[in-house]
Nanobody, 126 residues
């Protein structure tokens, strides 16, 4: 049984910070990477950040570079997304998933991921 559970979302003022957590169980440890995605109303789900199992490589969408930091604690089987300098444009449902596709890079396509969590709402007010 593979389970992914996100937490840490909420309502914050623009410029504020939130830390999201993605706790997983099952065989997510055999995945190449874990990724965070987000989906705003009327928008397609987009890749936000990813990290390899070893933590040696990370990837970010341009719009969050310098503001968001992805990290992981394999002992706790948890991936984190530290979000600073939040903007109203960051408002979305954030989901975590495991990349199982064999690759030398962190994938950005949703098709490369499986075992999605239920998502956690992040709302940034102006």
């Amino acid at each position: 049984q593979v389970q992914v559970i996100e937490s840490g979302g909420g309502l914050v003022q623009a410029g504020g910070s939130l830390t999201l957590s993605c706790a997983s169980s099952g065989r997510t440890f055999i995945s190449y990477a874990m990724g965070w995605f987000r989906q705003a109303p009327g928008k397609e789900r987009e890749f936000v950040a990813g990290i390899t199992w070893s933590g040696g490589r990370t990837s970010y969408v341009d719009s969050v570079k310098g503001r968001f930091t992805i990290s992981r604690d394999n002992a706790k089987n948890t991936v984190y997304l530290q979000m600073n300098s939040l903007k109203p444009e960051d408002t979305a449902v954030y989901s975590c998933a495991a990349q199982y596709s064999v690759s030398s890079t962190i994938r950005r396509s949703v098709n490369a991921y499986a075992y999605w969590g239920q998502g956690t709402q992040v709302t940034v007010s102006s």
